[in-house]
């Protein structure tokens, strides 16, 4: 029979898998149901990006390239960090893999040995966890409260370092709360990482370029240069450029960890694709309007949903300040009694409940380590948005 690793275990099946799963079974059977669940732009890749993959195809980019990304790609990718970010990194301080997941797990595989902590603001991208365990680390989740935006108090991080702690992870804009952090919201956190020199910074600016109301990004690094040394700030294509199948994601950081992280790819994917780090050179360098424009579509979507949960008794959103998630709470409908007598005692239930009852697929905030709440991703059509709205409303209003 079979027999899966010891180092599985401590991985369960994503509810956020349960529940699309489950949606999508129920669409198949005919039944009209919303799935909410996307972690993907709804747009296509831009057609200049796909013209210069087609481009490389037929000039004969067909082959492995440099093992952690090529010498154009490392370039473009400075650029960017210089042009986005004011920062410099050097060649050898850059690399790229298939997809920012990628980068995270070469980095935890590369670092990481059995007792080692990182440290994890809940809520949280469920893969940061499961990542951190199959390397053989463990993660220390630390709850981050919605009266404070879902951000990481300093305090917090404080009691939470160790002599164990090799990694502290933010993610801003972060999925699934949308939250983001300032530079003034950052200082704080940045103060107590200088005080403990031992703990490595991992950044996850993946959705760096989804923001609203005039937000300002900044990466950790820009503000406080004195923490270069030990930090890696991770990014990609996926989500700026609607290229989440292209697989391309980089990270920036101290050239020695870069060097360790390549050997870990060497031994398991080798290069990205040689194609999308071409399409992905146009991606950074091309014409950048195309990102303001589905921002702008992203805010309306934002505000549409947001406005419509609030007003639901018993739901209230946070305005995310970027991403295309909502993370709302529903702690008002906690204890109630749905329609066929099942009580809603947490927020797996009520997203069961919802997806059964109203045809909506969302995910229960416990997925990503807080309840009582529920992920909306955003990136689908205003009609669509409008009607599970509606269909919520509705479905909470039944319960008593
Ligand atoms: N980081 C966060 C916070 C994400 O939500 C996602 C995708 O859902 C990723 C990274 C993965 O990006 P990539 O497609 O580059 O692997």
């Not at 329609?339 to 109203?358: I, K, M, W």
Request: glycine share 8%; with cysteine.
């Amino acid at each position: 029979p079979f027999k899966p690793a010891q180092r599985l275990s401590a991985i369960g099946v994503s509810e956020i898998l349960k529940v699309t799963g489950l949606a999508a079974q129920m669409k198949r059977e005919g039944q009209n149901v919303i799935i909410l669940g996307a972690g993907e732009p709804d747009f296509d890749t831009p057609e200049p990006i796909k013209d210069a993959a087609a481009r490389a195809m037929r000039d004969g980019a067909t082959k492995y390239t440099a093992l952690d990304g090529s010498p154009e790609l490392k370039a473009a990718i400075r650029a960017k960090f210089k042009r986005d970010n004011g920062l410099d990194f050097a060649q050898d301080e850059i690399t790229v893999s298939a997809g920012a997941k990628q980068v995270l797990f070469n980095a935890m595989m590369a670092t990481l040995d059995p007792g080692d902590e990182v440290i994890i603001p809940t809520p949280f991208w469920v893969t940061y966890a499961d990542i951190v365990a199959i390397a053989g680390g463990t993660p220390v989740l630390v709850p981050c409260s919605e009266a404070n935006g879902f951000r990481l108090s300093p305090e917090d991080l404080a009691r939470a370092i160790t002599p164990r702690t090799r990694w502290l992870m933010l993610n801003s804009p972060s999925n699934p709360s949308g939250a983001a952090y300032s530079e003034h919201q950052y200082r704080p956190i940045l103060d107590v990482l200088l005080k403990h020199p031992s703990v490595w910074l991992m950044v996850d600016d993946i959705y760096e370029h989804i923001i609203y109301d005039g937000f300002r990004f900044v990466t950790p690094v820009a503000i406080e240069p004195a923490l270069r040394n030990r930090t890696l700030t991770v990014n990609g294509v996926s989500k700026a450029y609607a290229m989440t199948g292209w697989r391309i994601g980089y990270g920036a950081g101290p050239s020695a960890l870069i060097k360790a992280m390549a050997v870990v790819q060497s031994q398991s994917t080798s290069c990205p694709s040689s194609i999308s780090q071409a399409a992905a050179i146009e991606a950074l360098t091309g014409p950048q309007d195309v990102i303001a424009d589905r921002c702008r579509s992203f805010q309306q979507r934002r505000d549409l949903v947001v406005d419509a949960l609030n007003s639901i008794e018993g739901i209230s959103c946070r305005v995310p300040e970027g991403a295309f998630y909502t993370f709302a709470s529903c702690a008002g409908l906690i204890g109630k009694t749905t329609p066929d007598g099942r009580v809603v005692e947490d927020d797996t239930v009520f997203a069961d409940y919802l997806l059964r009852a109203a045809g909506v697929a969302v995910v229960p905030g416990s997925a990503f380590g807080l309840a009582p709440y529920f992920r909306i991703s955003y990136a689908t059509s205003a009609a669509e948005l409008r009607d599970a709205c509606q269909r919520i409303a509705a479905a909470a209003a039944r319960l008593l």
